[in-house]
C-alpha cells in the first residue's frame, strides 16, 4: 500500500514513460535550484522634493493644493 508521499510526480491522464518522467523531474529540479533574477534599477519611484510627512495634515477647501 503505497501512501500520498511516496511519490515525487504523478501522471494523471496518459501513461509516462520513466524518461520522460526524468525529463521533467530534472527540468523541474533545475527551476527550483535556479537564482532569482534581481529586479533591475530604475532610480526613483516616487519624486524626491514631494514628502507628505512634512505637510500640514489640514488643507483648507479653497486650497490650490487640493
Do not use: N, Y
Not at 20 to 30: D, F, K, N, R
Not at 39 to 52: E, I
Not at 59 to 65: D, F, V
Request: net charge positive; aromatic share 6%.
Amino acid at each position: 500500500m503505497s501512501t500520498p508521499g511516496d511519490h515525487f510526480l504523478r501522471v494523471e491522464k496518459g501513461h509516462a514513460e520513466p524518461e520522460e518522467l526524468a525529463a521533467i523531474t530534472a527540468i523541474l529540479m533545475a527551476r527550483a535550484a535556479a537564482q532569482p533574477q534581481a529586479p533591475a534599477h530604475r532610480g526613483r519611484a516616487k519624486a524626491g522634493w514631494r514628502r507628505l510627512e512634512r505637510t500640514p495634515g489640514f488643507r483648507a477647501p479653497h486650497s490650490w493644493q487640493g
